[in-house]
C-alpha cells in the first residue's frame, strides 16, 4: 500500500453480530479484502458475550454460577476457533485471555471494584480481535492483531472513561500509522488504558466511538459501521415494518438521532467526525452488497422530517422550592449538582418555582448509581419528585421550529396520547416527547405513519 493509498484511509467497525460467529466473521474478512484502503478494523465482542461479562460485573453470584456463565464465553469463542484451519498458537492465546477471565471473574472484590469490572469487561473484545486476525490470515490478509489500551488513552473514569485527544494522536501516529503500508491492525472497541496502564472502558457501544476516535487520529477520510441492518433507517424497524433505510444523513440529523436513542451509531461516533470531517457509512456486514447510509456534513436534501427515534428507561425529575420564585441562582445550583456528577440532561422546561428534566436511567448501569448520588444531594436542599417509566420519542429533521405546519402534523398524530413533556425550539432538528413506556411502540407507529408513508 503507497502513501498515496493511505491518503484515502478507511477504518472499519465490525458490531458484535458481525463477529458472533465463524461465518459471520467470514463475511467480514471478505469486506475488508475486497477495500484495500481499510488498514484499521476494530471489533466488538462476540455476540451474547458482553451480556454474559456485565452479568459477572454486576450481579452477585455463587462461585458455581459464574463458572456456568464463563463456560458458556467459552462456548461461544471455541466454536470460531475450531473453524480455524491454524489453530494451535491463537488456543494458546485464547486460554490465557480465558485464564485471565477466570481469575477476575472469581475475585472477591468484582462486584465492588470499577476498575476490576472494567479489566474483566475488556476480555470481550480482545478475544473477538485475537479471532478475527486469524480469520483474516486464512484468507491471505496481512493482518496484526493490535492492542488498542497502546494508543487510546482514557482518564482514570472508569465504567465511563473520556478519551485523551491529544495523547491518542500522538500514539496513533508514532505506534500504527508507519505499519499500516504493510498491515491490517485488528484492535477492540469500547477499552483503552489511563496514564498509570489501567484498563478502561468507553461505556457500552464504545466501540463505534473507538473507530472514530482512531480515524481522527490517523487522518483516515472515512469510517464504516457495519452492524446487522442495512443503514440508519427512518425509525426503528422492530417497531414498525414500514420502517426504510435512509440513503443520506448530515452530521448534525445523525448526532441528534444517536443522542436520542438510534442504536445503529453511539452518540459521541459523530464527535471526532464532524471535527475532521470524516464520512460515515453504516451498512450490514451481512448484505454489504445492499449499500446503506453514508453520513457526511452535507446532504443533497434536507427535509423538515428525516427520522423518529425512542430512548428507553427514562426517569423525569421535579425539583421545587417556593424560594425559588425570584430567586436567584437555584438553577445554576441544580445544575452544578448533575454537572458534578456527569450526567447529561435531555429535556428542561421550567416554571415559577420547579424546575423538571429528563434522565438516562438504565439498569445496573454506572448512570443509575450516579443517579441516586445527584437525588439525595438536590434532596437537601429542594423538594425532588421522581417519575419513571417513560420513554423519550423524538422527530429528527431540519428547520423544525421555523417551518409553517411542522409541529401540527407532529401533534395531531400523537392527540390521543398522554405527554408528559415537550420540548421544541432549543435547536432547529428536533422535537421531543416524554411518553408512558407503555405507549411509546404506538406512539412512534403513528408519527410514522403521519410523517413518512
Known amino acids: 500500500m503507497s502513501n498515496i493509498e493511505l491518503n484515502s484511509l478507511n477504518v472499519a467497525k465490525f458490531g458484535g453480530t458481525s463477529v458472533a460467529n465463524f461465518a459471520a466473521m467470514q463475511n467480514c474478512a471478505n469486506i475488508i479484502k475486497n477495500n484495500p484502503n481499510t488498514r484499521v478494523v476494530v471489533v466488538s465482542a462476540s ?31 471455541y466454536a470460531i476457533l475450531n473453524e480455524l484451519a491454524n ?36 476480555h470481550g473484545e480482545r478475544m473477538s480481535s485475537l479471532l478475527f486476525s486469524a480469520v483474516l490470515k486464512q484468507i491471505d490478509v496481512n493482518a496484526e492483531n493490535f492492542d488498542v489500551r497502546n494508543v487510546l488513552k482514557t482518564d482514570s473514569e472508569f465504567g465511563k472513561a473520556t478519551p485523551q485527544l491529544e495523547a491518542i494522536k500522538a500514539a496513533a501516529e508514532q505506534i500504527m500509522l508507519p505499519s499500516l503500508v504493510n498491515t491490517v491492525f485488528v484492535t477492540q472497541g469500547f477499552i483503552g488504558s489511563d496514564e498509570q496502564g489501567n484498563t ?9 466511538f473507538t473507530a472514530a476516535l482512531l480515524a481522527e487520529a490517523l487522518g483516515a477520510i472515512s469510517c464504516e459501521i457495519w452492524t446487522d441492518v442495512i443503514g440508519v433507517y427512518t425509525t426503528d424497524p422492530r417497531i414498525t415494518d414500514a420502517a426504510r433505510p435512509l440513503p443520506e444523513l448530515s452530521f ?6 444517536a443522542t436520542f436513542g438510534a442504536k445503529v451509531l453511539h452518540p459521541a461516533t459523530m464527535e471526532p467526525a464532524l471535527r475532521q470531517d470524516i464520512k ?24 423538515a422530517y428525516r427520522a423518529i427515534t425512542r430512548r428507553k428507561e427514562q426517569v423525569m425529575v421535579t425539583v421545587k422550592t417556593p ?10 445550583k441544580v445544575f452544578t449538582i448533575i454537572a458534578k456528577h456527569k450526567l447529561s440532561v435531555d429535556l428542561v422546561t421550567t416554571s415559577e418555582i420547579s424546575v423538571a428534566f429528563t434522565l438516562d436511567n438504565p439498569a445496573n448501569s454506572v448512570v443509575e448509581q450516579l443517579n441516586r448520588a445527584t437525588l439525595e444531594e438536590l434532596s437537601q436542599f429542594c423538594d425532588v419528585l421522581v417519575e419513571d417509566n417513560y420513554d423519550l420519542v423524538t422527530v429528527v429533521g431540519n428547520n423544525m421550529h421555523s417551518e409553517a405546519g411542522v ?13 408528559r413533556m415537550i420540548c421544541y ?5 428536533n422535537l421531543s416527547l416524554l411518553v408512558n413506556a407503555s405507549a411509546s411502540n404506538d406512539v412512534v407507529t403513528s408519527l410514522h405513519k403521519a410523517l413518512f408513508e
Not at 458482553?50 to 459464574?66: E, G, R
Not at 485464547?94 to 469487561?121: G, R
Not at 425550539?425 to 432538528?429: I, L, R, S, V
Request: charged share 25%; hydrophobic share 40%; aromatic share 4%.
Open 425 to 429: 425550539g432549543a435547536n432547529p432538528h
Open 323 to 332: 424560594k425559588m420564585m425570584y430567586a436567584q441562582g437555584f438553577l445554576q
Open 280 to 303: 460515515v457509512f453504516v451498512g450490514s456486514s451481512r448484505e454489504p452488497e445492499k449499500g446503506g447510509t453514508w453520513i457526511v456534513r452535507d446532504c443533497e436534501t434536507e427535509p
Open 200 to 208: 478502561t472502558t468507553l461505556g457500552r457501544g464504545g466501540s463505534d
Open 252 to 257: 448534525e440529523e445523525a448526532a441528534e438521532m
Open 47 to 77: 455476540a451474547g458475550v458482553t451480556n454474559l461479562l456485565v452479568d459477572i460485573a454486576h450481579t452477585a453470584m455463587s462461585k458455581d454460577q459464574i463458572k456456568q456463565k464463563l463456560v458458556e464465553i467459552k462456548t461461544i469463542q
Open 407 to 419: 409541529s401540527n402534523r407532529i401533534f395531531d398524530a400523537v392527540a390521543e396520547y398522554n405527554l
Open 87 to 122: 489453530s494451535e498458537e491463537v488456543a494458546e492465546k485464547l486460554e490465557s485471555l480465558l485464564a485471565s477471565l477466570t481469575d477476575l471473574a472469581l475475585h472477591e472484590e468484582i462486584i465492588h471494584s470499577a476498575d476490576l469490572k472494567d479489566s474483566l469487561l475488556s
